[in-house]
């Protein structure tokens, strides 16, 4: 027995339904949205657990991102021995420069070769900040990383496009035994 519809119904919505199988078209949808849901998760979940599952995977493509002609370049955290490379590659390098943004005292007790001083917790930080090259890169440390990663806020809303930040600081410089100047 197959549906008739009566003449007065011809151009109803019911009518129209009981031809048009949705059941089918509506599933597909579903199956296609939940699929991209679940690939969203997949995606989301890799990406957040990779730096724990492969560190060594992470820190290479990331050294490969800040890379541009040799020279490294965007925002990110280096350990004293990979400063100290970059600081030697660098060392006749207009574009580069280091910074020590903690206290005067703290800076004439021992810095890293060839640092600037600008004391973070001074009240013209910014304004000084600000008067700097924003084209040029920065290795930005501290006593231990606290105030540089405070000072990294200051550089970002600046508009710094290259920026590394030495984790750890000089207690970390000097853990690994490397010298600082007086």
């Known amino acids: 027995m197959t549906y ?19 059941a089918r078209k509506r599933t597909t949808l579903r199956t296609m949205l939940l699929w ?12 957040a657990m990779l730096p724990r599952i492969a560190p060594d995977i992470v820190r290479a493509a990331q050294q490969t991102a800040g890379q541009i002609d040799g020279h490294v370049a965007g925002w990110r955290n280096v350990t004293p021995q990979e400063a100290a490379t970059v600081m030697g590659q660098r060392a006749n390098d207009e574009a580069f420069m ?28 910014r304004d000084r900040v600000r008067s700097l090259n924003r084209n040029r ?6 006593r231990s990383g606290n105030r540089s990663s ?14 590394l930040h030495m984790d750890g600081g000089t207690l970390a410089w000097n853990a690994a035994g490397l010298p600082l100047e007086k």
């Open 150 to 163: 405070k000072a990294l806020e200051v550089f970002r809303e600046l508009g710094f496009t290259s920026v």
């Open 137 to 142: 890169t920065y290795l930005v440390y501290c």
């Open 4 to 22: 008739r519809p009566e003449p007065d119904e011809e151009f109803s919505p019911r009518a129209e339904h009981a031809r048009i199988p949705y």
């Open 36 to 47: 991209l849901a679940a690939l969203c998760v997949a995606a989301y979940s890799v990406q």
């Open 98 to 125: 280091v910074l020590d943004v903690r206290t005067p005292g703290e800076f004439s007790e021992g810095h890293l070769q060839g640092a600037r001083n600008i004391d973070f917790t001074s009240p013209e930080f």
